[in-house]
């Protein structure tokens, strides 16, 4: 494990130390638990990002699809 020093505003600091407080954490504790949440919405916005790439791709390849079965639909022979 390492030693992470940061710099907190007075407001935010206040708000930190009753937070922790209400939830029964240490400081250090509630300060971890806010990054992991942060980590994890991070990791949430990027899979939601690679879906849509995902899906946007399958589209245009799907139009492809539709494309060729209407021409050989109306032009049997194509």
């Keep these: 494990m390492s030693l992470v020093s ?3 505003g007075d407001k935010l600091l ?3 130390k009753n937070r922790a ?3 029964h954490l240490s400081q250090t504790e509630y ?3 806010a990054i992991e949440h942060m ?3 991070v990791s949430k916005q990027e ?3 690679r879906l849509i790439q995902a899906s946007l791709k399958v589209r245009g ?3 492809d699809v539709n494309q060729d079965f209407s021409r ?3 032009d049997p022979e194509a």
């Design 6 to 8: 940061i710099r907190l």
């Design 14 to 16: 206040i708000e930190v």
């Design 21 to 23: 407080q209400l939830l």
């Design 31 to 33: 300060i971890r638990k």
């Design 39 to 41: 980590n994890e919405e």
């Design 47 to 49: 899979r939601k990002q």
């Design 61 to 63: 390849e799907s139009m």
């Design 72 to 74: 050989i639909e109306h």
